[in-house]
């Protein structure tokens, strides 16, 4: 006799993705999809899809989703949770998505305590048009549009959104995640079942903040990538629980 | 107990197109305030909750036209109200309300432009309403009421439409609509929005495959292909949805064309003027899109030389489809002022008695 | 018929309601009614003024490029639109705050509303006596339409519709007896 341990989520559906080697969107995805299986949502659950790599993320999954313009998936989810308060609301986007053109979209979702879960890929790039720099950009990490690295005086620093989501009064939890390391994966996975699970419990607005590889608009192997996340990105962005 | 007169009560435009709202089967507002309609928001906020529906005052424009696409992805009759300068922030999002086919009702209460311009009456927002608004090939249908009991009544016409063919209707205004009171009869309705089922819309995926809400289409030809399906409603709306009012224009040697506001202030004077035997007649276009090319086009008429006088809140935007729809068969002349002025019956008078 | 009536004063002198007031009565009579405000961004202190537009039937223009009537309740006012009364329309002043040597008497109903409203206990009545006077001399509303509308604004506060109810038959009086 034997006992199926691992299989492919229900939520999941069986199609190769777009995503480049070593990206951490894939994983993501999954992680995503085994908690909606394990908390039983896949029926009640609604994705609010980004602009960015991600924006095709609904056909990867296998329950109801939306579309949302560039930044605005938190406004899409705060009227599909208001409409529908029976249902498990949640948006995924991206740094440029969440933190440049929808910031404004995300503060005040975020302020009204929304009872959303809103996960958040940190990359410190943006891939889909090209790597160029976003808000989360790393000083001195050389993209598209900061050739010789980014310059504190020309492009400012590196935008912490959680911490500064961190002091609203309307934010439940806040939880930032290294996805570097089958450990880090792990914890990834428990903050986002965390995130789901305040809302199944209307406790408020959750995100969760993943620092997700991206090998190719880093100029590295999908190792050295996760390395580069270990040792750069989190001294900018210190992985634990910020609220 | 049968009622033997509706009850009327006076309600400025604004409140009424509220208050048809309401009636109407409406059940998410989201919206930022702006003059010259903020009387509009101000009483969605008190009457839609007491209604047990949402209302919720957005961070921005922009915020509030993608709460109405979210609340109508997940089945709600959903709408926002703004003014000029807040619907150009609203255009990103009605493309894309319209590239993913989601039913909503958008009112324009329009303010003088361009820019900041000021907070009185204009109706210099026709092209940006009737040519689609934002990016890519997508048609709002656009209903300008010119009473306030119409502007009432055109909510549930509104609503109607947008779920029929699941499309984002316009309902253009000004701020001289906004603002006036006229007594308006109150219809209770119910069920309205039950008319249409939505089994597009995402709601949980219980029982049956998941919903996708999208305008995006990467696979080489699948855009085109939604296009086609696009533009085939839009010729389907073309064909059916054409509503106009023409007043005395049988035998009228000068036809007035104007619609909204503008539209009764020429009747009151096309009134007047036949009094004292002037053969004046106005059309006034109901639909601005689909533009009731059948008022203009096939049609002979017997009085020779018949002129078409078209009077705006603009300098010439709505002429442009009378004289398309004429095809060059009649001779087209254009009276606007635009800047927050509104044009008089005096000046009207002038320009008739000039083309006489 | 109809009836353009042009009603101004300062922000906070109760212009709007009482264009209000006369419309809503005019409605109840079945009469077509229009009521538009100059709106602006001042919310007090600056010059209010509505348009009021009663008739037998459907109406145009809510703009008035040439009034029957008006009631004007301040000195700015006076001389800013004045010049819209058409020739022998009837000038409701409220003589406390305007004066003019130009009217002609003859179509001019002045009263010092403000002190009246005043003695009467109320500042803010000048306006409901303004609108007795001018209901004196034009009937194109009864006082008893009127009263009815207030009790519906004032629902719940009797002491409101009363001192109003006073104010109008003030007004009424005091052009009756001229």
Partial sequence: ?243 | ?356 | MTERVFIAGAGGQGVMLLGKVLATAAMKQGKSVTWLPAYGAEVRGGTANCMVIISDEEIGSPYIEEADSMIILNQPSLDKFSGILKNKGLMVLNSTLAHSDKINSAGTLQFPFTDLAVEQGNIKIANMIALGAYLAKNKVVSTDSIVETMKEMAAGRPELLEINKKALFKGVQLADGK
């Fill in chain 1, 1 to 243: 006799m034997s006992d199926v341990i691992y299989s492919r989520p229900k939520s999941l559906n069986n199609i190769s993705t777009h995503y480049c080697p070593g990206c951490g969107h894939g994983i993501a995805h999954r992680l995503i999809a085994e908690v909606v299986d394990e908390l039983n949502i896949r029926e009640s659950v609604i994705g609010v899809t980004p602009i960015g790599c991600a924006v095709i993320a609904y056909d990867y999954w296998n329950f109801d989703c939306s579309e949302a313009a560039h930044g605005r998936a938190l406004a899409v989810a705060t009227a599909i949770k208001r409409v529908r308060p029976q249902n498990i609301v949640f948006t995924y986007q991206g740094d440029g998505d969440l933190a440049a053109i929808g910031t404004n979209e995300t503060i005040h979702a975020a302020n009204r305590g929304e009872n959303l879960t809103c996960i958040f890929i940190n990359n410190a790039v943006y891939g889909m048009t090209g790597g160029q720099m976003a808000p989360t950009t790393l000083l001195g990490q050389k993209t598209a549009t900061t050739i010789t690295g980014r310059d504190q005086k020309l492009h400012g620093y590196p935008l912490k959104i959680s911490e500064m989501l961190a002091l609203l009064p309307g934010v439940k939890y806040i939880e930032r995640v290294a996805m570097d390391s089958p450990q880090g994966i792990l914890k990834a996975k428990k903050a986002i079942r965390l995130a789901f699970e305040n809302q199944i419990n209307n406790a408020g607005f959750s995100l969760v903040e993943l620092l997700s590889p991206c090998p190719t608009y880093w100029g590295v192997s999908p190792k050295e990538a996760l390395r580069w996340i270990k040792e750069e990105m989190t001294k900018v962005f210190p992985p634990g629980r910020i609220k």
């Fill in chain 2, 1 to 356: 107990m049968v009622n033997p007169k509706p009850k009327k009560i006076l309600l400025s435009g604004n409140e009424a197109i509220a208050e048809g709202a309401i009636q109407a089967g409406c059940q998410f507002y989201a919206g930022y305030p702006i003059t010259p309609q903020n009387e509009l928001t101000a009483y969605m906020a008190k009457h839609m909750p007491e209604n047990n529906r949402i209302f919720i005052q957005s961070e921005s424009e922009t915020a509030a036209i993608n709460m109405v696409y979210g609340a109508s992805a997940a089945g709600a009759r959903a709408m926002t109200s703004s003014s000029s300068p807040g619907i150009s922030l609203k255009q990103e999002g009605i493309s894309y309300l319209a590239g993913a086919e989601l039913p909503a009702v958008i009112v324009n209460i329009m303010r003088a432009g361009p820019g900041l311009g000021n907070i009185w009456p204009s109706q210099a927002d026709y092209f940006q309403a009737t040519r689609g608004g934002g990016h890519g090939d997508y048609r709002c249908i656009v209903l300008a009421p010119s009473s306030v009991q119409e502007a009432y009544g055109q909510m549930f016409k509104a609503f109607e439409l947008a779920d029929k063919y699941r499309n984002p209707v316009m309902i253009l205004g000004d701020g001289l609509l906004g603002q006036m009171m006229e007594p308006v009869e109150i219809v209770k309705a119910e069920g309205l929005d039950a008319k249409y089922d939505k089994p597009w819309a995402v709601t949980g995926c219980k029982g049956r495959e998941r919903n996708i809400t999208k305008s995006f289409h990467m696979n080489e030809g699948d855009l085109e292909k939604a296009n086609l399906i696009l533009q085939k409603k839009y010729a389907g709306i073309q064909k059916k949805e054409q509503d106009w009012e023409e007043f005395l224009i049988k035998d009228a040697k000068i036809v007035i064309v104007a619609y909204g506001s503008m539209a009764r202030i020429a009747k009151g004077l096309v009134r007047k003027l036949r009094q004292g035997g002037m053969r004046i007649g106005l059309i006034r276009p109901v639909t601005l899109w689909p533009f009731p090319v059948k008022a203009f086009a096939n049609r002979k008429p017997k009085v020779s030389n018949r002129k078409f006088l078209v009077v705006e809140m603009s300098y010439g935007q709505m002429v442009e489809d009378v004289r398309l729809s004429l095809e060059g068969s009649s001779k087209v002349e254009f009276l606007g002022r635009s800047g927050g002025g509104v044009l008089t019956q005096a000046q009207i008078l002038r320009k008739i008695k000039a083309l006489l």
